[in-house]
């Protein structure tokens, strides 16, 4: 149990130390910019004004979009309320799930499927907590 606790944190830093690798690399190859070689650079741009910011973005995306009739939002909220259940009873099967593979398992060993299962019914539940509170 200790062996794969330390091979999982060993692995998970890896993983780690891998993404921030990506976005360093990522970081240092900003996206617009090209690659001039030294000696052949140019002055540098200054950035665009908040006006000019404003006048690039498209017309649409600046107005807000009309308000919802009464029945748009009972259908959205009906919407909302059926993937709430639907998403309630994959974590109910989810925990009936992982109690019979616990139930199957010994105090020695819990397999890795325990903790996939664990993780998946953690991530459900934040699911349904958020979209009871309507974030």
């Known amino acids: 149990m200790a062996k794969q606790q330390a091979r999982r944190r060993r692995a998970r830093a890896a993983w780690v130390f891998a993404l921030g ?6 970081l240092a190859a900003a996206p617009g910019q090209q ?13 665009p004004t908040a006006v000019e910011a404003r006048q690039e973005i498209p017309q649409s995306v600046n ?4 308000p919802l009739t009464p029945k748009q939002k009972q259908d959205l909220l009906k919407s909302n ?4 259940k639907k998403d309630a009873a994959d974590l109910a099967a ?3 799930s992982l109690q019979r593979d616990i139930e ?7 397999s890795l499927k325990v903790v ?9 539940a934040r699911k349904i907590k958020a979209a009871a509170k309507g974030e």
């Open 35 to 47: 690659h001039v070689p030294a000696g052949q650079q140019g002055a540098p741009q200054p950035p």
């Open 116 to 124: 996939d299962k664990a993780e998946k019914i953690e991530k459900l």
């Open 81 to 84: 309320f059926e993937k709430l």
């Open 104 to 110: 199957t398992s010994n105090e020695n060993v819990l």
């Open 21 to 26: 690798i990506a976005a360093g690399i990522a």
């Open 63 to 66: 107005e807000p979009s009309p």
């Open 94 to 96: 989810l925990a009936k």
